[in-house]
């Protein structure tokens, strides 16, 4: 499968984004998906997931009440809703597809997923 992301740029303080992840696999909406974030000089972190059930979502504790994760399941395609940046929001964010279909568990490590969007760059300044 390929995963396409989208919807980075440069924002102030308090300003939102939304992210896509546009994705071309057959099944897709049989997979958990989620979000990742990469700062520069740190490791890989996980944000948020959106379960093949739809209304299972989970977030980190820094986003939550901030960001919002979806899933367009005839675009076959995700999102990530991002209000109220924040500098330390500023990261190359990825999107990413479990490696097993129907999971029930939340996984927040990066192992665990096999197909990977190409990043995108967000910048929140001060």
């Known amino acids: 499968v390929q995963l396409q992301a989208s919807g980075g740029g440069l924002v102030q303080a308090g300003e939102s984004l939304r992210l896509s992840c546009a994705a071309s696999g057959v099944n897709d909406r049989d997979y958990n998906m989620a979000w990742f974030r990469q700062a520069s000089g740190k490791e890989r972190e996980f944000v948020a997931l959106?379960?093949?059930?739809?209304?299972?979502?989970y977030y980190i504790d820094s986003v939550k009440g901030r960001f919002t994760i979806s899933r367009d399941i005839g675009l076959n395609t995700v999102y990530l809703q991002m209000n109220s940046l924040k500098p330390e929001d500023t990261a190359v964010y990825y999107c990413?597809?479990?490696?097993?279909?129907?999971?029930?568990?939340?996984?927040?490590?990066?192992?665990?997923?096999?197909?990977w969007g190409q990043g995108t760059l967000v910048t929140v300044s001060s």
């Open positions: 959106i379960s093949w059930r739809p209304e299972f979502k």
């Open positions: 990413a597809r479990d490696r097993q279909a129907f999971s029930t568990r939340v996984k927040k490590n990066s192992a665990e997923y096999g197909s």
